[in-house]
């Protein structure tokens, strides 16, 4: 359902974040925001840096998150930047290392 469960996405996407939720950006179509993004933590200053082009739910393919800790989990899932990779000219990715 587009948008996210038919909700403005901005006010959703500040409300996942003072859910306590933990999320960092793991992948970046650099066609759509700068690949600098990728490893960056989805926090109030992320939101606060995307352009007005960019949802901020990456309801457009704009980008990738992986939460890796919120109310629903039973514990955080601790994991550090890895390695970042641009694959075809366009996707920077970058890895998550769990440790």
């Known amino acids: 359902m587009y948008p996210l469960w038919g909700e403005a996405t901005a006010p ?8 306590g939720y933990v999320a960092t950006l793991s992948c970046v179509d650099t066609q ?4 600098a993004f990728a490893g ?6 992320l939101l ?6 960019v949802d901020p ?3 457009r393919g704009e980008f990738h998150t992986c939460v890796t800790a919120g109310p629903i989990f039973t514990r955080a899932i601790a994991v550090t ?3 970042r990779v641009l694959r075809d ?7 998550l290392v769990d440790h």
Not at 12 to 19: E, H, S, T, W
Not at 89 to 95: E, G, H, L, S, T
């Open 81 to 83: 930047i890895g390695e």
């Open 32 to 35: 759509q925001l700068d690949g």
């Open 40 to 45: 960056r933590v989805y926090d109030h200053t």
């Open 48 to 53: 606060d840096a995307l352009p007005l082009s």
């Open 89 to 95: 000219d366009r996707f920077q990715y970058c890895d």
């Open 57 to 59: 739910c990456g309801e």
């Open 12 to 19: 959703l996407a500040r409300y996942f974040v003072d859910r």
